[in-house]
């Protein structure tokens, strides 16, 4: 092998990963903002189902229903307001459990159809076309019965279901609430849905212990409480939950006990006071506000009517009893049917798969295989040993420390989770960075420095790509019926992230490997002294040598 060859085949494989080092980051990086968006599917399985509507109730109990979505109210700070605690005095309080994810629009879904987010199609808060299944409003409209929303901060459930509210006001400014509340509430809705938002944000930015979170509560209580004021509960029933909680820290998304316990109570026209229902869910929502218009539960609503909140007779128990029965026989069947249906799609997507990136594995080790044969790296078990752990032990710490055990509710939605993954992958560059130029600093022969170098940034560029490769494989979209639990779904984009990143840190290390390598070779100086520390070395071993003898 000739000694320009010796030369300059680090130099090309540096430049090489440098430039490849740009195409892995950013297909990462839009592998890793598309993660949650895929997990979403406008037109879901069980949409192709019929819906199963029963025949309707032989009595309407009210003139008017009102659900109240508190967004981000978890249970135990729902108590001690004026409202909230009149309508649990006068009515029914129970306990629900949200649906994970733990997100807002996958539960404002669940709420209003009785479909959780695994059959929805709503996975999280980047879905945006129009809900595929069965809703309450569109029972009411077959029915001739209009319905109305009213929001702040939440446009979600207002865009999910355009069509299915007769009317929509959206009023995300100081106190325009409180005003759309109250247009909505003295005007002939039969239906109305109202969401504030003051709450859920005040637990994203100082968290659900904080004084402000308990301060917002208070705030949309009172606003609720002057637009329910005209709510007259000898005819018309209100229905308050909450689509998700909040942990201490703030944030939602996982399977926290303060996540998923909301609040529901009920209170009015048709609700039995005082009755003792146990623990719900928030599926159970649109059939029992169905019940009480009169109205068959939404056809795909896998959850029940809450009978036993009802003031209704034995008889008429029994026949709602029964549609639910007939329902959620029907539905189950076909989500299992479904399920069983998909198992062996998913299972040949998981081989073809883990196949494709066993075949760019075997590739990219022939390439390092070639390139170290042809001098352009070289493994330097010391380097790598010092320098090779630093990016993911960082990134992984920060994240299992500061992402609250890699929880969804850590990294609550999209943006925050890509920005909040990004600053722990800024930090682990950095740390990498450094590492890799202690590591490299012993190597006094600019050829050899470049060569362990491009060993050291090659081999951890593979390793993170087999990681997200195998994660992908496994639980990239397409691979899965009901999506993927939370510390999965945490760390799919994480190792993303993570490649994105340590794709910047090869650059960023062979860039300055690089500028080193032509600074020395070009000045008479640092070649002269680099010359003159290997004639040291060599001398001090031919000493030790003769000492040993």
């Given at each position: 092998?000739?000694?320009?060859?010796?030369?300059?085949?680090?130099?090309?494989?540096?430049?090489?990963?440098?430039?490849?080092?740009?195409?892995?980051?950013?297909?990462?990086?839009?592998?890793?903002?598309?993660?949650?968006?895929?997990?979403?599917?406008?037109?879901?399985?069980?949409?192709?189902?019929?819906?199963?509507?029963?025949?309707?109730?032989?009595?309407?109990?009210?003139?008017?229903?009102?659900?109240?979505?508190?967004?981000?109210?978890?249970?135990?700070?729902?108590?001690?307001?004026?409202?909230?605690?009149?309508?649990?005095?006068?009515?029914?309080?129970?306990?629900?459990?949200?649906?994970?994810?733990?997100?807002?629009?996958?539960?404002?879904?669940?709420?209003?159809?009785?479909?959780?987010?695994?059959?929805?199609?709503?996975?999280?808060?980047?879905?945006?076309?129009?809900?595929?299944?069965?809703?309450?409003?569109?029972?009411?409209?077959?029915a001739?019965?209009?319905?109305?929303?009213?929001?702040?901060l939440?446009?979600?459930?207002?865009?999910?279901?355009?069509?299915?509210?007769?009317?929509?006001?959206?009023?995300?400014?100081?106190?325009?609430?409180?005003?759309?509340?109250?247009?909505?509430?003295?005007?002939?809705?039969?239906?109305?849905?109202?969401?504030p938002?003051?709450?859920?944000a005040?637990?994203?930015?100082?968290?659900?212990?904080?004084?402000?979170?308990?301060?917002?509560?208070?705030?949309?209580?009172?606003?609720?409480?002057?637009?329910?004021?005209?709510?007259?509960?000898?005819?018309?029933?209100?229905?308050?939950?909450?689509?998700?909680?909040?942990?201490?820290?703030?944030?939602?998304?996982?399977?926290?006990?303060?996540?998923?316990?909301?609040?529901?109570?009920?209170?009015?026209?048709?609700?039995?006071?005082?009755?003792?229902?146990?623990?719900?869910?928030?599926?159970?929502v649109?059939?029992?506000?169905?019940?009480?218009?009169?109205?068959?539960?939404?056809?795909?609503?896998?959850?029940?009517?809450?009978?036993?909140?009802?003031d209704?007779?034995?008889?008429?128990?029994?026949?709602?009893?029964?549609?639910?029965?007939?329902?959620?026989?029907?539905?189950?069947?076909?989500?299992?049917?479904?399920?069983?249906?998909?198992?062996?799609?998913?299972?040949?997507?998981?081989?073809?798969?883990?196949?494709?990136?066993?075949?760019?594995?075997?590739?990219?080790?022939?390439?390092?295989?070639?390139?170290?044969?042809?001098?352009?790296?070289?493994?330097?078990?010391?380097?790598?040993?010092?320098?090779?752990?630093?990016?993911?032990?960082?990134?992984?710490?920060?994240?299992d420390?500061?992402?609250?055990?890699?929880?969804?509710?850590?990294?609550?939605?999209?943006?925050?989770a890509?920005?909040?993954?990004?600053?722990?992958?800024?930090?682990?560059?950095?740390?990498?960075?450094?590492?890799?130029?202690?590591?490299?600093?012993?190597r006094?022969?600019?050829?050899?420095?470049l060569?362990?170098?491009?060993?050291?940034?090659?081999?951890?560029?593979?390793?993170?790509?087999?990681?997200?490769?195998?994660?992908?494989?496994?639980?990239?979209?397409?691979?899965?019926?009901?999506?993927?639990?939370?510390?999965?779904?945490?760390?799919?984009?994480?190792?993303?992230?993570?490649?994105?990143?340590?794709?910047?840190?090869?650059a960023?290390?062979?860039?300055?490997?690089?500028?080193?390598?032509?600074?020395?070779?070009?000045?008479?100086?640092?070649?002269?002294?680099?010359?003159?520390?290997?004639?040291d070395?060599?001398?001090?071993?031919?000493?030790?040598?003769?000492?040993?003898?």
């Open positions: 092998m000739s000694p320009s060859r010796n030369v300059f085949a680090p130099l090309a494989l540096a430049l090489a990963l440098v430039v490849s080092s740009g195409f892995v980051a950013l297909r990462a990086l839009g592998a890793a903002d598309g993660y949650f968006p895929a997990l979403n599917q406008p037109r879901p399985p069980l949409a192709a189902c019929p819906p199963v509507v029963a025949k309707a109730p032989p009595r309407r109990l009210a003139r008017r229903v009102v659900v109240v979505i508190i967004d981000g109210l978890r249970l135990r700070d729902s108590f001690g307001y004026q409202l909230i605690g009149r309508l649990r005095r006068e009515g029914v309080d129970a306990a629900a459990l949200s649906n994970y994810p733990t997100y807002s629009r996958p539960n404002h879904v669940a709420v209003l159809t009785g479909v959780p987010p695994a059959w929805s199609g709503v996975r999280n808060n980047a879905y945006a076309w129009p809900v595929a299944i069965d809703s309450l409003m569109d029972r009411a409209r077959a001739g019965l209009r319905s109305a929303y009213a929001a702040d939440a446009f979600g459930a207002g865009m999910m279901f355009h069509d299915d509210f007769a009317a929509i006001h959206y009023a995300p400014w100081p106190g325009g609430f409180a005003k759309a509340a109250r247009l909505v509430l003295e005007q002939d809705y039969p239906l109305v849905v109202l969401l938002g003051a709450v859920d005040a637990g994203h930015e100082h968290g659900a212990a904080s004084a402000e979170y308990t301060a917002a509560l208070a705030e949309v209580d009172r606003e609720l409480g002057a637009a329910l004021a005209a709510v007259d509960l000898e005819l018309d029933a209100i229905i308050v939950t909450a689509d998700h909680g909040h942990t201490d820290e703030g944030g939602h998304g996982g399977v926290e006990r303060d996540v998923m316990e909301v609040p529901l109570v009920m209170a009015g026209a048709g609700v039995r006071p005082g009755a003792v229902i146990g623990e719900t869910s928030l599926l159970d649109a059939p029992t506000a169905a019940a009480l218009l009169g109205l068959p539960a939404p056809g795909h609503a896998l959850g029940r009517t809450l009978v036993g909140a009802l209704v007779s034995p008889e008429e128990r029994a026949a709602l009893e029964a549609a639910d029965r007939e329902r959620l026989a029907t539905l189950h069947a076909a989500v299992a049917e479904i399920a069983a249906q998909a198992e062996p799609e998913m299972a040949r997507t998981h081989s073809r798969r883990l196949a494709w990136v066993g075949c760019l594995a075997a590739v990219g080790l022939a390439l390092l295989l070639l390139a170290r044969r042809l001098g352009a790296l070289v493994l330097d078990w010391r380097v790598l040993a010092i320098a090779l752990p630093a990016f993911p032990l960082t990134y992984y710490a920060l994240l420390i500061l992402g609250q055990q890699t929880s969804l509710s850590g990294l609550p939605d999209r943006d925050d890509l920005g909040a993954l990004f600053r722990f992958g800024l930090v682990s560059t950095a740390v990498q960075v450094v590492a890799s130029w202690v590591a490299l600093r012993g006094v022969v600019l050829r050899d420095r060569a362990a170098a491009n060993a050291l940034t090659a081999t951890g560029m593979g390793i993170a790509w087999a990681a997200a490769g195998l994660l992908w494989a496994r639980f990239g979209p397409n691979t899965f019926v009901e999506p993927p639990g939370s510390t999965i779904a945490v760390l799919v984009p994480a190792t993303y992230v993570a490649v994105a990143c340590h794709a910047l840190a090869v960023v290390t062979l860039g300055l490997e690089i500028v080193v390598f032509f600074a020395r070779a070009v000045d008479p100086r640092v070649r002269l002294r680099r010359l003159e520390r290997a004639a070395r060599e001398r001090r071993r031919l000493e030790n040598q003769g000492q040993v003898r």
